[in-house]
């Protein structure tokens, strides 16, 4: 179990431009989540996946995000046309099978920085 | 809508002292989890302890404990015995049944030698 594993961690951009990050869970996990982190802030919950299924999206998650987890195991978030106000950490976290409440465990994050 | 607010934006604390760090929540809810999470500078997200709302016992893990209190819709952490290697950022966390993770804003402790 090496644990969340995040790419790229660190992305610099120019407005405009389309970024892609991955995110590969803890492989028993089923549950995975997108969460963005702000300087001094806590994680904002953007959107989260069972298996394949994409079950709940954050109204943060404007037309300009689309995540994707097509075979159940690693997941794609997306940006379109970043924004500077999309400068952030994208954090991803994965946890154990829907009944078993309990940790999200973190990867390291990708910090996007839109100039 | 489920709400975590922690008041204090930063702390402070002598090694080897002891602190508290505040957290109350909001929620409807009966049943749900309360987690507290240490992220070190540039360092990924990690769990301190957490705390199940149906048990009245207050959660233990070495040297960091809580206070819950479920009718006030507190839950504060308490760290003994401070550490240098215990400054970080310091959030607390809500999450009912499998649903997503709500955070606060995060206190930003400093242990001072």
């Known amino acids: 179990d090496t644990g969340v594993s995040q790419n790229p961690r660190h992305k610099i951009t120019k407005r405009g431009q389309n970024v892609t990050f991955r995110c590969d869970p803890i492989s028993e996990h089923n549950r995975l989540y997108w969460y963005r982190q702000t300087l001094g802030q806590g994680p904002e919950f953007l959107t989260y996946?069972?298996?394949?299924?994409?079950?709940?999206k954050s109204r943060l998650l404007s037309d300009r995000f689309s995540a994707e987890r097509p075979k159940g195991s690693f997941s794609t978030l997306e940006i379109q046309r970043t924004e500077q106000g999309d400068s952030a950490m994208y954090l991803c976290?994965?946890?154990?099978?829907?009944?078993?409440?309990?940790?999200?465990?973190f990867g390291e994050g990708s910090r996007l920085t839109v100039l | 809508a489920q709400t975590v607010t922690q008041s204090q934006p930063e702390m402070s604390v002598q090694e080897a002292e002891t602190v508290t760090l505040s957290c109350t929540y909001d929620t409807s809810e009966s049943d749900y989890y309360l987690f507290w999470y240490k992220q070190p500078p540039s360092r990924q997200m990690i769990l301190v302890i957490r705390q199940e709302a149906y048990k009245q016992q207050n959660a233990t893990e070495n040297r960091f404990s809580v206070n819950f209190q479920k009718a006030a819709k507190s839950f504060s952490l308490k760290i003994s015995d401070s550490q240098l290697g215990d400054a970080a950022m310091y959030f607390c966390a809500y999450r009912r049944g499998d649903n997503d993770m709500r955070f606060g804003a995060g206190t930003r402790l400093t242990v001072k030698p």
């Open positions: 996946f069972q298996n394949e299924a994409q079950l709940e």
């Open positions: 976290a994965s946890s154990l099978p829907a009944g078993v409440a309990g940790e999200l465990f």
